[in-house]
């Protein structure tokens, strides 16, 4: 099968592990290679639901073997709890799970500056982070002043270490925030380092080796293109490249070797956090997504904002990322809406943009130009197929193919591994 880069297209939560996880039956190898623990990919198998954060969805897939890739940031106290969790949950992690020695570490000041900074900012500045300290520690790897996983194992770790804490307990407390204690710190992390040695390798290396055997790699993408540092709704964005190009970077395979882009999108909108969101409904429709599509954050736990599908963000996903098809989700989850629009263009003062804008500001002004689309009003749970969903559910992903140029190869009706469908006709295999 094709080495394939699974990305999200709107901002973030767009049902990925669960993809992922169907998925990743082609694939031999599944790799992180951006953001940290900010992600919650949910994934339910059978009566079993798993939320991972830092772990590839491969993970739930005995026969799969992991790499968290050198572009993601490590916590690696969360890192050592959720091997704990899935181990507790029946799955192995030794010798299939593989961490980069490149990936930079978040250490226990991180968290501390991004809730400090979160807490001082004024309403407009808060960007509504998940306070995992992932903005201060991707600051310190390019400030040059980050310590990576392969320093764990360094000789002179701990006295790295301490000079760190020392030197951002200074930031901390001039912002009236509790410093971090050394020495505790220290030994803390001293141990972390001799449980995690086993897993932490050369993994550049041990991925092109594989790709040079001929096995096939699937590079899970976490948040999504509008999170993007550059690409996103900046300033309120995460602190990596969560489009496709991060794949290279963040995990050190050549673009040549990519031969597919997937791009997961819900049949609606969502957003957690601040920063602008042209399609949110404050009304009983979206009410409506949030409840039906349980839209709670997996990592925090906030409402997430809802909104109706917009073309214009899709479009922007599909041009930055190269998606040859869509894997389109939730779609059940509109199955109650009487009348379901789509947002095909935006206009601000008299302007009509057809691209999403660069500057915050502008988006923020943006009012969508909307199509309404008649509902179906019928349970599509069951479908196996596109011929079993109703005739306005199938108008309607096709209006979405148009607008986008792209079509859908891959289509989920459910939180199920099983409720889910592949458009053969569009899935080259
Ligand atoms: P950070 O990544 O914690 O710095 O948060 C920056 C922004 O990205 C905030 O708006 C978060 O809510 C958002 N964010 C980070 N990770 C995710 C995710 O996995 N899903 C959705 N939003 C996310």
Redesign the pocket.
């Known amino acids: 099968m094709a080495n394939t880069i699974l990305i999200g297209a709107q901002?973030?939560?767009e049902g990925k592990g669960k993809i992922i996880d169907v998925i990743t039956t082609e694939h031999q190898w599944v790799v992180r290679f951006q953001?940290g623990n900010?992600?919650?990919h949910t994934v339910e198998i059978g009566e079993q639901r798993y939320v991972l954060h830092l772990l590839p969805s491969g993970i739930l897939r005995p026969d799969c073997s992991c790499i968290i890739g050198n572009g993601v940031v490590i916590d690696p106290i969360a890192l050592k709890k959720e091997i704990d969790e899935v181990e507790a949950q029946g799955i192995t992690t030794r010798d299939r799970l593989f961490v980069s020695d490149r990936a930079h570490l978040i250490l226990p000041y991180h968290p501390l500056i991004?809730a400090s900074r979160e807490g001082r900012a004024q309403h407009q500045e808060k960007?509504?982070?998940?306070?995992?300290g992932?903005?201060p520690a991707y600051a310190d790897k390019a400030s040059r002043t980050g310590l990576r996983m392969g320093d764990l194992l360094e000789p002179d770790f701990a006295a790295s270490l301490a000079k760190r804490i020392r030197e951002n307990n200074v930031l901390l407390e001039a912002q009236g925030a509790a410093p971090v204690a050394v020495d505790e710190t220290v030994a803390r992390l001293e141990e972390l380092a001799q449980v995690l040695r086993p897993y932490i390798v050369d993994t550049v290396r041990l991925l092109n080796e594989a790709d040079q055997r001929g096995e096939s790699i699937l590079f899970e993408g976490?948040?999504?293109v509008m999170?993007d540092i550059d690409y996103g709704t900046y300033p309120?964005?995460?602190?990596s490249n969560a489009t496709a190009g991060g794949a290279c970077t963040g995990a050190g395979i050549p673009p040549h070797r990519i031969e597919r882009v997937i791009g997961v999108i819900k049949g609606y909108t969502t957003?957690?956090?601040?920063?602008p969101f042209p399609t949110e409904l404050h009304d009983v429709a979206g009410d409506m997504l949030r409840k039906d599509g349980n839209e709670f954050?997996a990592?925090?736990g906030?409402p997430r904002r809802c909104g109706w599908f917009d073309a214009v963000v899709a479009r922007y996903a599909a041009m930055i990322n190269g998606i040859d098809f869509w894997a389109l989700t939730k779609m059940d989850v509109l199955d109650r809406q009487p009348v379901i629009r789509i947002a095909v263009a935006y206009e601000f003062e008299g302007r009509r943009f057809e691209s999403v804008p660069a500057s915050a500001r502008v988006l923020a002004g943006c009012t969508p130009v909307y199509e309404d689309w008649p509902g179906w009003e019928t349970d599509t749970t069951g479908a196996t197929c596109l011929a079993d969903l109703p005739g306005p559910a199938r108008d309607y992903i096709s209006r979405l193919e148009t607008l986008t140029g792209v079509r859908a190869g891959i289509v989920s009706v459910g939180p199920r591994r099983d409720s889910t469908f592949v458009v053969d006709e569009v899935v080259r295999r």
């Open positions: 901002w973030g939560d953001g900010n992600a919650g991004d960007i509504g982070t998940t306070k995992r992932i903005g976490a948040q999504g999170l309120y964005v995460t602190s957003r957690v956090g601040e920063g954050g990592t925090t906030r």
